[in-house]
């Protein structure tokens, strides 16, 4: 059964209903179909904080997926689900891989940042101030990607950037 049978959020319901109503009047393939309807499933998933499904469904809908920038979404929300599984590195690789599909993505170099960020933050808990220091250098070019890509977002990032003296234009 399709994951929106089982939900009982109507929000959620009356998205799914669209997006398939959408998907049947739209030229797409019976693959890119199939693609969709995993990918809407994983999102489903991963709005609930059901990881596992979510994760597979994103994997079953990069097999099908064929379109660059399909993916890099795809392949975003993978990185994000292994963020939240405590997974740094493999979030990272996740988000770079998104970012290779699709340059103009703001939300991958903002969550390496965020990764990069929380590891400085690891640092001066493990009293290393070298590292910690890196890791923020780190933080602070990848945002400073992210909000060349989008100057209207990351506020807290660019305000981070002015206390702690990383300034960049935006």
């Given at each position: ?11 959620d ?7 398939d ?7 797409a ?6 693609a ?64 290779e ?55 807290e990032?660019?305000?981070w950037?002015?206390?702690?003296r990383r300034?960049?234009?935006?």
């Amino acid at each position: 059964m399709p994951r929106f049978q089982r939900n009982d959020n109507s929000t959620d319901k009356t998205f799914t209903v669209s997006a398939d109503t959408s998907l049947q009047v739209s030229p797409a393939s019976e693959g890119e179909r199939e693609a969709f309807t995993h990918y809407r499933d994983g999102m489903s998933a991963q709005s609930e904080g059901e990881y596992a499904e979510a994760l597979w469904n994103h994997h079953k809908a990069m097999r099908l997926e064929t379109d660059p920038y399909d993916r890099s979404y795809i392949l975003h929300n993978i990185g994000l689900i292994h963020t939240s599984n405590g997974k740094h590195a493999k979030a990272s690789e996740y988000h770079f891989q998104a970012l290779e599909r699709n340059p103009f993505l703001p939300q991958a170099p903002n969550n390496m940042a965020v990764i990069c960020h929380y590891r400085g933050e690891q640092a001066i808990q493990q009293e290393d101030p070298a590292a910690s220091e890196a890791w923020f250098d780190r933080a602070a070019e990848y945002w400073k990607r992210a909000i060349a890509l989008s100057p209207n977002s990351y506020i807290e990032a660019q305000n981070w950037s002015r206390i702690t003296r990383r300034f960049f234009d935006a």
